[in-house]
């Protein structure tokens, strides 16, 4: 038998030490997949990075993080 897994990618966020606002911005970033889900998607939908990638990027704006996407096998 042969069976294809897709490649899944995510989000990789990190934050400087001791950054003062990191729980206000994982607060916020955990909205983004609370909101997503609601319509039944999930962090595991192959368009999630798409979808919300644009909301992501205004909050490293406002939080000052970094982040990059990796592929998961």
Do not use: C
């Not at 990618?9 to 030490?17: V, W």
Request: zero cysteines; a negative charge.
């Amino acid at each position: 038998m042969k069976v294809i897994i897709p490649k899944h990618r995510e989000f990789l966020i990190k934050f400087a030490d001791d950054y003062p606002l990191q729980k206000e911005a994982w607060d916020e970033l955990n909205k983004i997949v609370e909101e997503y889900s609601v319509d039944g998607k999930s962090v595991r939908t192959p368009t999630f990075i798409e979808d919300n990638e644009d909301k992501v990027k205004a909050l490293q704006e406002k939080y000052e993080f970094t982040y990059e996407i990796i592929e998961k096998k």
